[in-house]
């Protein structure tokens, strides 16, 4: 356990401010330029783009390394076996669309071409989450992570702000195998710093505390931290997991966070069904029993609003995550 | 005009007798399996890998290689004894087909068995993998070529003609496509289940050079794949007319044959009318 709390101290968050005045970005845009320096420092490195190069953040890399973009129009089948072919010659192609039609239209040829052929592919999955907003439940991925976590071979990144985006970005790029790389297209709180580390399958205690375990990854880290220091006033000590690989995941430390806690929340914008939270409770179940409970989408489609209001209505705010804190410490 | 002499044709219908020896021998080991494809396939594939391709099968990993993708990977019996034939592995090792732990999967896999290109069988995928492969090979100015052999009812599938289409946009001369048009599938002809005519000028419309020959004739795929070489600024495809079940006489024609294996008696038949072919060709040659 001290292992894991030694890092607390290393974290170097952004202070934590209210929405209106902490810093906002977009994670996409951290996606963007972690692309183009992976692109610059290695040739081999692609991006292929299925007609939304400025809304997955593209558009840069297609500027600044023409040579190494390539357009194929509205085919996301297309985009991933192509890329899989293009990998098995060396290339390191970064494949981008909506995660709802990458990989959610592309799943198989993602099982076939990317994960059993075991090709170096990078999937960068755009727009993820309801926090999509207007557009709609048809372009709110929220079972994107539920469909690539259950494939061999895979690994699974949910970054929680820009910069972790872009980190995450460069260190799928300097990894061999196929990757699922999430992120959303709102601006969301920044919450680490340049000297916050990060490291693949290695998960981070963001805040100490030792009554519940909040597990949480991507954008809803902020809401987590908020939460865990609405709580603290009332004297409730919650821990705060940034778990950013889902897979695969970091095992280690979900089982102390639960050894020390004894009761843990997870939190997710995906459905509660199969998400990262259903992993924690895989590990948890088999290594440490804890009370769980968990704070997703219930098994709904999302439906156009404005991000701030869809994550309130469908249970992810700072609000519903206190609420879980509270019952699962009833549990305890 | 076929660069092939008389004599290196005879050769060549010799070993596509013993390649569809091999599929016979392989699919009555492994008891499951496709037959009619395969068969019809044995003439295309000894001409790949003992006149066309650019390929060292004792180094089946050479970076030059040329690449040879088989999209419709049910047919596989086909292409691993056209390898063990041509120099791969043992042809005793055909007999592994299907079985735990072989390298011969039911449907080929990459990772398994090198220098088969890409993990196939759910269909309408090789083209596009050949696609990005030809598109690295361009960007790299390498010389070496895509070949990817398709299935006609793969056709069928949506993202065959995604790749066809980014195939013509980024003029990719150095991938051919050639199409077993043998016109049987699963659940009967393909002009039943879902028609492809006019199959032709579909690829004319995507913007590709489109050549048709019989697939069953060895001297003259070889010129239509020499044709399709020499043609600049887009993409080829070869459709390849041919007989389901090619070589063994009650195969012949038979969509029944399309899934399933001889059993022991078949076998033999089969066996028995191919080693006739062997015979007749060596008298001949």
């Not at chain 1, 899989?84 to 970064?94: D, H, R």
């Not at chain 2, 396939?41 to 180094?59: C, G, I, Q, S």
């Not at chain 2, 089946?60 to 290689?65: E, F, T």
């Not at chain 2, 980024?170 to 009967?188: E, T, Y």
Request: glycine share 8%; hydrophobic share 40%; net charge negative.
């Amino acid at each position: 356990m001290a292992n894991a709390l030694d890092g607390v101290a290393a974290m170097r968050l952004a202070e934590l401010q209210d929405p209106a005045s902490v810093k906002q970005v977009p994670t996409r845009n951290g996606f963007g330029e972690g692309v183009i320096e992976a692109g610059k420092s290695n040739r081999n490195v692609l991006a292929i783009c299925a007609d939304l190069s400025e809304s997955t953040r593209m558009l840069g890399f297609k500027e600044a390394l023409p040579d190494q973009y390539i357009e194929i129009g509205v085919s996301e089948q297309m985009l991933v076996a192509m890329a899989a072919g293009m990998a098995s010659t060396g290339k390191v192609p970064f494949i981008a669309s909506y995660a709802m039609f990458n990989p959610g239209r592309s799943w198989e040829q993602v099982r076939t071409t990317m994960a059993l052929n075991e090709t170096n592919v990078k999937i960068a999955g755009a727009h993820a989450g309801v926090s999509v907003g207007p557009d709609g439940a048809t372009h709110q991925a929220i079972e994107d992570i539920a469909i690539m976590r259950c494939i061999p071979h895979m690994t699974v990144v949910v970054p929680c702000d820009s910069i972790q985006t872009k980190r995450a970005t460069l260190a799928v790029a300097a990894m061999d195998g196929p990757v699922y790389l999430r992120f959303g297209r709102e601006k969301t709180p920044v919450v680490t710093t340049g000297e916050t580390p990060f490291e693949l399958g290695k998960a981070q205690i963001f805040r100490e505390g030792k009554d519940v375990a909040i597990v949480v990854c991507g954008i809803l880290v902020y809401n987590a931290l908020i939460a865990a220091q609405t709580l603290a006033r009332e004297g409730i000590e919650c821990m705060v997991v940034n778990n950013h690989t889902v897979k695969p995941m970091d095992e280690k430390t979900i089982v102390e966070a639960a050894e020390r806690c004894g009761a843990v929340v997870t939190v997710e914008e995906h459905q509660i069904s199969g998400g990262m939270g259903s992993r924690v409770a895989e590990i948890l179940a088999q290594r440490r029993p804890a009370p769980i409970e968990f704070i997703g989408v219930a098994d709904q489609f999302g439906q156009s609003g404005d991000p701030a209001e869809l994550i309130e209505h469908y249970g992810m705010g700072s609000g519903a995550i206190e609420a879980a804190v509270r019952r699962v410490i009833a549990r305890k | 005009m076929s660069t092939l002499t008389p004599q290196r044709i005879t050769e060549l219908q010799l070993h596509a007798t013993n390649v569809r020896e091999g599929i016979i021998r392989s699919l009555l080991a492994a008891g499951s399996g496709h037959s009619a494809g395969p068969l019809d396939m044995a003439d295309v594939f000894t001409v790949l890998y003992e006149h066309v391709l650019n390929h060292r099968p004792k180094e089946p990993l050479w970076d030059d290689r040329d690449r040879l993708l088989l999209s419709c990977g049910h047919i596989a019996p086909v292409r691993y004894s056209a390898m063990a034939y041509g120099g791969y592995f043992p042809v005793e090792e055909l007999l592994t087909l299907r079985k735990f732990g072989t390298r011969l999967q039911g449907h080929p896999e990459r990772v398994r068995l090198p220098a088969v290109e890409t993990t196939s069988g759910p269909l309408g995928e090789g083209l596009a993998q050949g696609t990005g492969m030809a598109l690295s090979a361009k960007m790299d100015g390498k010389s070496w070529r895509v070949y990817v052999v398709t299935s006609d009812a793969e056709h069928q599938c949506g993202l065959h003609w995604e790749a066809a289409m980014t195939a013509a946009k980024f003029k990719l001369d150095n991938l051919i496509a050639i199409v077993d048009r043998n016109f049987i599938q699963i659940d009967g002809s393909t002009e039943d289940v879902m028609p492809l005519e006019p199959f032709a000028d579909k690829y004319r419309a995507f913007n590709w050079e489109v050549f048709e020959c019989d697939g069953n004739d060895i001297a003259q795929f070889t010129e239509t794949i020499e044709k399709a070489k020499a043609v600049k600024g887009r993409p080829s495809v070869i459709i390849a007319n041919t007989v389901p079940g090619k070589g063994v006489s009650y195969m012949e024609g038979d969509y029944t044959w399309h899934g399933k294996p001889p059993n022991k008696e078949q076998a033999d038949v089969a066996l028995r009318e191919l080693q006739a072919e062997r015979e007749r060709l060596t008298a001949n040659g």
